[in-house]
């Protein structure tokens, strides 16, 4: 199949994921307790008979289920996601204030996956079996297996409370002035400012829930590179190099960690999932004003047209991730497109 | 013509108990069982060479048996409140310190194992079973059922796991430790389902299968009794790292305030007491943490060796 009709395939397949979403979206919103207009607005709003009437003929409430659901999609469609109760706005426009400071936090974690599993995973390979294996593969499983938000404590002990080499939760020092908002997310906002104290304020403060959030993904990544690496190193092309008489280290960065990275940059985009769901713990430790902070709210306040608001974003998100990967999977390996 | 379709369970379970084996309609394997080396016999030696394994065998067993034992042991009871000896450092009187209410750490870490371990167990056991049976069911009858159970699989697979749990529990009216499970049971089947399917597609395409069907048996007892009975290392595999997960997302949503409320002693629901304490009381939040994390890492040690042992490509490596 060529490269087009695979990426059309995946397209179709991805419209389809979205529409079962809805549809789960939807069902949560009608298995809510009581009143189904808590899905969307506040008890108090829905007591007021003016207010009651707008939202039911807005969301179609008072017509049958099915058509209720075509409303809902219209409505997500333009952007509507009901009113959060717990903070007396539209939830479409808490989130668009809150996706870019998880944006920049998940940007930041993935670096740390990246800049820290990649060596890990090729020193693993290289010293196949030897200590640096070892203490490489325990680091690994510390990443993989410490519950994110006993690491969050952890590293907030250490680094913060004990040694205070950086700083506590919160995205600024109390009462720095943000840098005026173009992009939301601090750092890069601070940047294109020149606001340098901030900049470096807000990149201090990035480092641990960075860590943290990270932590999972850099396991992941140098496990893959581990697995993908040693298998490469086995491979014939690999022996050819050698017999050539090249250098380990042009064998090694030259011929086989390219086809290793393939597996792993999939891997990779997978493990946005896994950060987008590290970020609700993450958040929470770190008071980080994100997405994941404002789930945790809205679910403790019961606010449900914020936590569905959160979760459908969230999954929209994750399966456009999931077929981006999945494209670029297409491009650099061929066979794939087949499956 | 006599077609015996391979059924490793019914040699595992006669295997080292030779003479025993009955000699079933095929009449072929009762002879050989006692000696035959078995899959399982396979994989139990692979096992008992791998320390690490065993270790985290060990580490799980030691949490399930102190939870057991719990009652008997000489600690105090995790409710004891002594407020007087509140927020005690860890030291000579209490080992592991004490929280806010003077309750005793280690007593409240190994009740919590009571909570935490069992509960992570029975989750996976019962969500496995539930994705497996659909996956199973999707993978041989194919279709229109196919395609339903597996886009709701795909539909529940494209939320982060947390932030449906979350949800789910919100909208089964806020916190409580069954709401928790149960969302955690929820957003766990779609991988069973997944995994389970690909393995009955790739069984069902072997000529034993062809054959059942073709002598005329009904649907459910060949997916039963010759399609399920060679289906089981990755699920097996996959369910003993998934309790360790099932756990962290678990004491995830009590750490939020969505699982277990006070005063029941659950791990997750102790961290987040420690945590909003304030960082000088450290052992509050770090003794659960590191019950915790010394299961789910028995439990990762044990599945990669378990999955080394029952994979025969793996094995000796």
Known sequence: ?339 | MAIAPPRPHAARRTSGAPGHAEADGAGIKGAVAGRRRTPLGDAMRTLRTKPLALAGLGVIAAWLLLGLLAPVLPIQDPNHQALGDKLQPPGAGHLFGTDDLGRDMISRVIYGARISVPAGILVILLTGAFGSLLGAVAGYVGGAVDALIMRAADAILSFPSIILAMAITAARGGPGLENALLAVGVVLWPEYARVMRGQVLAIRANEYVTAAEAVGADRWRVLFRHILPSTDAPLIVKATLDVGAAIVLTAGLSFIGLGAVPPDAEWGAMIKQGADKGLQYWWYAAVPGIAIMSVVMGLNFFGDGLRDALDPRRRGR
Request: aromatic residues 8%; hydrophobic residues 55%; glycine residues 8%.
């Open chain 1, 1 to 339: 199949m060529g490269l087009w009709g695979f990426v059309a395939r995946r397209l179709a397949l991805s419209v389809v994921v979205l529409a079962m979403v809805s549809v789960g979206t939807f069902s949560l919103a009608h298995a809510l307790p009581g009143d189904p207009l808590s899905s969307v607005i506040s008890e108090r709003q829905a007591n007021n008979p003016e207010v009651r009437a707008a939202f039911e003929k807005r969301w179609g409430f008072d017509r049958p289920l099915p058509v209720q659901y075509l409303y809902y999609v219209r409505n997500l469609l333009r952007g509507d996601l009901g009113e959060s109760i717990a903070k007396r706005r539209p939830v479409s426009d808490e989130l668009k204030q809150r996706v870019p400071a998880t944006i920049e936090l998940t940007l930041f974690a993935m670096g740390f996956a990246v800049l820290v599993g990649v060596p890990l995973g090729i020193v693993s390979a290289v010293r196949h079996d030897r200590w640096p294996d070892h203490l490489a593969r325990f680091l690994t499983l510390i990443g993989t297996s410490v519950p994110v938000f006993w690491l969050g404590l952890l590293l907030l002990y250490v680094f913060f409370y004990r040694l205070q080499w950086l700083p506590g939760p919160g995205r600024l020092d109390v009462g720095m002035r943000p840098p005026a908002t173009i992009t939301g997310m601090v750092t890069l906002d601070a940047l294109l400012a020149r606001d340098w104290d901030v900049l470096g304020t807000a990149l201090k403060r990035l480092v641990l829930p960075a860590i943290v959030l990270g932590a999972y993904a850099m396991g992941i990544v140098a496990r893959m590179l581990r697995s993908s690496l040693l298998s490469a190193l086995g491979d014939d092309y690999v022996r050819t190099a050698r017999a050539k008489g090249l250098v380990e280290r042009r064998v090694v960065a030259g011929h086989a960690l390219r086809n290793a990275l393939i597996p792993t940059v999939t891997v990779l985009g997978l493990t946005v999932a896994s950060l987008l769901a590290g970020a609700v713990l993450t958040e929470t430790i770190f008071s980080w004003p994100g997405v994941g902070s404002f789930a945790v709210d809205a679910a403790l306040k019961l606010d449900y047209p914020g936590l569905l608001g959160v979760t459908l974003v969230v999954a929209v998100v994750y399966v456009l991730v999931n077929l981006l990967v999945d494209i670029v999977y297409g491009i650099l390996d061929p066979r794939i497109r087949a499956a």
